[in-house]
């Protein structure tokens, strides 16, 4: 079990418990998990995407590595057996369906997702997936936590490689980076820099970019002062992406009885960059379109500790693993002058980095 940032890797070695509840947007579980974590130990958490929706905090003892680069690929090899839900088309089709309503007026904004439903034979071995997301890191926030209580690797485990930090709270200081907006890369170089150029300037991913970090801001308010970021967004990359990205900086109004890092990302979560505009309306058109097949997918995913420090990544660029079964999700942020073929383009770029990272052709 472990949640990575940058260079450093905080790796779980004991697991005290486990909090389990059917609402991670409940402020009273975040503060008692904070209340009950003891001197030394963190809360793993996940959130799931919407409230009432499940959450979970594992509280444990654990240090920082620094990460490491491999010597030498020891992938097994295997064969596997991929079935896309929607299928491309059918994802097309939901781009245009929700294209309909944001031109009706029904909303701005909403993230559409789909999915890989992946069988490896032989079965993919947590340990060794885990080994290669922290080895070649095609995210800043490297992350592996159980989802349920069963912390012996045999149930469900949540991993990913997230470039988005939702929020972190360092004493007073609190940072957010949303992601907003995007282009898949090029294996050429000139071409990868002609895409960069023009995601800067296309006015359809500008407009998606500001929806989320307006949210943020907004809700950053409540709470903070001195909320600085740039006028314009910057270009962050990923292995298969390019995003715009907005580097957010606050400090806490009341940093002694403030929210700790676990309440923060509630307040925050979900930002546009995986809900919507306005929120209620593109959550209905998120159930209505995807079904539930978010799940865990697009919550968020970190960690807290007693005096309320901690770091959030959205959960994006994840996977589930299951036993031999493996599911990817992708999604995609659709405002007024979405096309749907670039989307399903978009999100396969996206799928691409946890694909790679689990061996898949
Ligand atoms: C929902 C995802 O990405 C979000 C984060 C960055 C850029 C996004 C976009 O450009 O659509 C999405 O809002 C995902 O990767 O599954």
Redesign the pocket.
Known sequence: MLFASGEEAYIAHAVRHTSEVPDGADPAWADAVVAELEPGERALCALSFAAGAPGLAHFVTGAEHALQRPEADTTVERTYQVTEFPTPDEYAAMVAAALEKIANGDLHKV?L?RCLDVVSTPPLVPAEIIDRLLTTRPGRYVFSVPLDSSTDGEGPILVGASP?LLVRREGAVISCTP????VPRSSDAEEDLRRAAGLQESAKDLA?HAFVVEAIVHALKDVCVEIEYPATPELLSTDTVW?LATPIHARLADPVDGPSALRLAQLLHPTP??GGVPTAAANAVIADLEGDLRDWF?GCVGWVDRYGDGEFA?T??AAVMDGPRLRL?????IVAGSDPASEVR?TGA?LATMARVTGLP
């Open positions: 993230v997702g988005e992601l907003a907006g995007s998606e995003h960059a995986v697009a959205v994006i660029r999700f992708a999604g995609a942020g978009e996206k």
